[in-house]
């Protein structure tokens, strides 16, 4: 990679000097893996700026290069599927926000596993806040008839006396989880 190349790059996406020049100082190795991860996934200007805040705050936070962690496992990963480009950038950015956020990712991967384990029928969904921000929980019913509503609120009445119900409202109330900061 050369300065060249990330300079052909920038100019064919109508990024701004400022980018450019910015991108041009960063250590060669990251700026090649940036240049990766742009021209893999077509990146405009702000999503690049996106992605590269995101790995540059892991980077700071855990002693890595750059390059280290725009080439993370889970990054390749999500850049290699046979899927959209839209499909893939939102694999990377969720891989991303897995290494930003490792704390709050485990607690909703725990949240996930307790609303699993209370036996909900298809007919009950229990729904999180988004970035776990609230303390509550969305519960939709849906039913046909009388006799299905009866049956989905029994299921509902018995998962809320179950101990991991507990434990869900415990863990949005912020005990486990502080977005990492």
């Not at 897995?98 to 607690?107: D, G, N, Q």
């Not at 609230?134 to 609120?153: H, S, T």
Request: with cysteine.
């Amino acid at each position: 990679m050369t300065h060249l190349d990330i300079r052909a790059y920038a100019a064919a996406r109508r990024y701004s000097a400022a980018t450019t020049e910015r991108w041009l100082r960063i250590e060669p190795q990251g700026g090649e893996a940036l240049l990766e991860v742009a021209t893999a996934l077509r990146l405009g200007e702000n999503q690049l700026r996106g992605l590269w805040e995101w790995a540059e705050e892991i980077a700071v936070r855990d002693g890595l290069s750059l390059a280290q962690v725009l080439r993370h496992e889970s990054i390749l990963a999500a850049r290699a599927r046979p899927l959209s480009r839209n499909d893939r950038l939102k694999l990377v950015k969720a891989a991303l926000r897995r290494l930003r956020f490792p704390r709050l990712v485990a607690t909703e991967d725990r949240l996930a596993t307790l609303i699993g384990a209370l036996g909900l029928p298809r007919s009950v969904r229990m729904t999180l806040p988004d970035h776990l921000e609230g303390d509550e929980v969305r519960v939709e019913i849906v039913a046909q008839d009388p006799a299905a509503l009866r049956a989905a609120a029994l299921a509902l009445q018995a998962a809320a006396d179950r101990p991991g119900c507990a434990e869900i409202f415990r863990l949005l109330g912020g005990e486990s989880h502080d977005h990492d900061g």
